[in-house]
């Protein structure tokens, strides 16, 4: 995982007009791409069209986003001190989360991608769980998420998600962790 944010503040802004040797940053309409905003902290993002599941770049454009980018890491950190070590950590999954790529929860964090998802449990690695599924399903479930996040309390649990893949006539294969398989049931 990695993270990738930079602030576009009057002195970066200079830095590059001198490089580049102009007196204005000349701007263009994007095409390909679209800007999004993350709901819970307004903070908006950029992805390529046809590649949500595969991340995209994270616009801190003042210091309230810096602020709320700030605090949505140090939620990570504090609150899941078995999964997030360093703080480093907490901006990665801030990053992710604004990009839709992860959702931390009430005991762990959800993390998603083009090709599947997982839970990790801060406390109980007997609760965590993967699952696989073709890149249709992400966005699927990612335009899921945007109508229904708030009637999901139970993200954490796996048979949340079975309801959810059935809603949306998805397909998906369990990934069973070694510790799944020695005690022979689904735990969630």
Same mark, same amino acid.
């Given at each position: 995982?990695?993270?990738?944010?930079?602030?576009?503040?009057?002195?970066?802004?200079?830095?590059?007009?001198?490089?580049?040797?102009?007196?204005?940053?000349?701007?263009?309409?994007?095409?390909?791409?679209?800007?999004?905003?993350?709901?819970?902290?307004?903070?908006?993002?950029?992805?390529?069209?046809?590649?949500?599941?595969?991340?995209?770049?994270?616009?801190?454009?003042?210091?309230?986003?810096?602020?709320?980018?700030?605090?949505?890491?140090?939620?990570?950190?504090?609150?899941?001190?078995?999964?997030?070590?360093?703080? $480093?950590? /907490?901006? %990665?999954?801030?990053?992710?989360?604004?990009?839709?790529?992860?959702?931390?929860? &009430? =005991?762990?964090?959800? #993390?998603?991608?083009?090709?599947?998802?997982?839970?990790?449990?801060?406390?109980?690695?007997?609760?965590?769980?993967?699952?696989?599924?073709?890149?249709?399903?992400?966005?699927?479930?990612?335009?899921?998420?945007?109508? $229904?996040? /708030?009637? %999901?309390?139970?993200?954490?649990?796996?048979?949340?998600?079975?309801?959810?893949? &059935? =809603?949306?006539?998805? #397909?998906?294969?369990?990934?069973?962790?070694?510790?799944?398989?020695?005690?022979?049931?689904?735990?969630?």
């Amino acid at each position: 995982m990695s993270y990738d944010a930079l602030v576009m503040d009057g002195e970066l802004k200079e830095a590059l007009q001198n490089v580049m040797g102009v007196e204005a940053l000349e701007t263009e309409t994007l095409q390909g791409f679209t800007l999004k905003t993350h709901s819970g902290t307004g903070i908006q993002y950029l992805i390529r069209d046809g590649e949500e599941g595969r991340g995209g770049k994270v616009l801190l454009q003042s210091q309230s986003d810096i602020e709320k980018y700030e605090a949505l890491a140090e939620t990570y950190f504090n609150k899941y001190p078995n999964l997030v070590h360093d703080k $480093n950590a /907490g901006y %990665i999954w801030a990053d992710l989360e604004i990009k839709g790529l992860a959702q931390h929860t &009430k =005991n762990g964090i959800i #993390s998603m991608g083009f090709n599947g998802m997982s839970y990790n449990d801060n406390s109980n690695y007997k609760n965590n769980w993967s699952v696989l599924f073709s890149g249709d399903t992400y966005k699927a479930i990612f335009d899921w998420l945007q109508n $229904n996040r /708030g009637s %999901i309390e139970e993200m954490q649990k796996f048979t949340t998600w079975q309801d959810v893949f &059935k =809603n949306i006539n998805s #397909s998906y294969e369990r990934v069973w962790s070694k510790e799944e398989e020695e005690q022979g049931y689904l735990n969630n």
